[in-house]
């Protein structure tokens, strides 16, 4: 599967990591090239520099054959916008998109975004342990 | 009306003053405490500390009963989730972002913004206009109808001087409104009207066919 990550943060990082070892053809944006230093040495995929929010930037990373976008940058709003762009524009299969704000993530959940909030799920990960 | 206003820089605030001044009731949504009090300063209690992009602040300042929500921080993505939200969760009747990168446009219709405005566009068209040779001038964009009224002014070196309207093959949608000669009064045109130089010609068009209509009356 062809998948066009946005974000080289830690999370990105791992998971363009992670699915290049499975035998995925990964493609990453960031607009710091020094981000790219998070990826695995062994990381074979592409490393591209440019905003995920640019129609072109986007085409030159491959979003009219990908089969899979995932937004995951720091930006709550870039990663809906983006989202939005490759799910309505360029019509990706699978979007991915992480919204921290847990309302927004749920308005955009309920307007067919494919959204996930790390601050619900880790709220609820930590109050597990602790009530155990 | 009332109109709710995300975004206090210098657009946000003479867009608020301008509003006041009509009568409306208007509140301004700004991230920054210092801007905030700045306004509250000049303006009255017109701005409250927030982000407008987040529910809960719409929530607290009455956004399901705005008439009007727009969107004019320096962020597109920021304006795009404002108006969003405010459109999806509030349901107010319009809602306008300020575009800055002019490719955003057609994005933001496609999803779902009813009204956009670059910022960046008006700019560069009005810089551009301003070159006295600048063959086309927008004068107004109707854009519910997918029309616009521009001036085409008539070079002295247009091969149609001299030629009356009824030989000029307009392109689809195009029609001729009124000519304003240089020395003359300003007249409708017919058929025989005669294109001298210097006229300027008022047309009504469409964005499609303004390229065209340009060249058919310069004759290029």
């Known amino acids: 599967m062809k998948v066009v990550i946005?974000?080289?943060?830690?999370?990105?990082a791992q998971l363009a990591g992670l699915l290049d070892t499975d035998g995925h053809s990964v493609t990453i944006l960031d607009t710091d090239a020094y981000s790219f230093r998070r990826l695995p040495p062994t990381f074979s995929g592409t490393a591209l520099i440019g905003?995920?929010?640019n129609e072109e930037v986007l085409?030159?990373?491959?979003?009219?054959?990908?089969?899979?976008?995932v937004a995951v940058t720091q930006g709550d709003n870039r990663n809906v916008m983006a989202s939005q762009i490759a799910k309505h524009i360029f019509n990706v299969p699978k979007v991915v998109c992480r919204i921290y704000d847990p309302l927004r993530q749920e308005l955009y959940n309920t307007l067919g975004l494919e959204t996930f909030s790390p601050t619900t799920i880790f709220a609820q990960m930590l109050r597990e342990k602790l009530e155990s | 009306m009332y109109i709710i206003v995300v975004g206090g820089g210098r657009l946000g605030y003479y867009l608020t003053k301008a509003l006041l001044s009509e009568g409306h009731?208007?509140?301004i949504v700004e991230k920054?405490?210092?801007?905030?009090?700045?306004?509250?300063?000049e303006l009255g209690s017109v701005c409250i500390r927030g982000d407008g992009c987040e529910t809960a602040t719409l929530a607290e300042i009455g956004t399901a009963r705005a008439d009007m929500f727009i969107a004019v921080t320096g962020d597109d993505e920021d304006n795009l989730v404002a108006c969003q939200v405010a459109k999806h969760k509030f349901n107010v009747p319009r809602t306008t972002a300020r575009v800055r990168n002019p490719q955003n446009e057609t994005i933001f219709k496609k999803l779902g913004i009813d009204v956009t405005v670059s910022s960046t566009n008006l700019i560069l068209e009005s810089i551009k206009e301003e070159v006295p040779t600048h063959p086309l001038t927008h004068l107004l964009t109707i854009r519910d109808?997918?029309?616009?009224?521009?001036e085409v002014k008539i070079p002295p070196d247009a091969t149609t001087i001299g030629k009356p309207v009824k030989e000029l093959s307009l392109p689809p949608g195009s029609r001729l409104a009124l000519i304003i000669?240089?020395?003359r009064k300003p007249r409708v045109p017919t058929s025989d009207t005669i294109l001298r130089d210097g006229d300027r010609v008022i047309a009504v068009t469409t964005p499609e066919s303004e390229e065209a209509l340009r060249a058919v009356l310069r004759g290029t």
């Open chain 1, 51 to 53: 905003n995920g929010l």
């Open chain 2, 32 to 41: 920054n405490a210092t801007i905030c009090q700045n306004i509250n300063d």
């Open chain 2, 145 to 150: 109808k997918g029309l616009e009224i521009v």
């Open chain 1, 6 to 12: 946005m974000g080289c943060g830690r999370v990105g």
């Open chain 2, 181 to 183: 000669p240089k020395e």
């Open chain 1, 59 to 69: 085409k030159k990373a491959g979003i009219e054959e990908a089969d899979a976008f």
């Open chain 2, 25 to 27: 009731e208007v509140l």
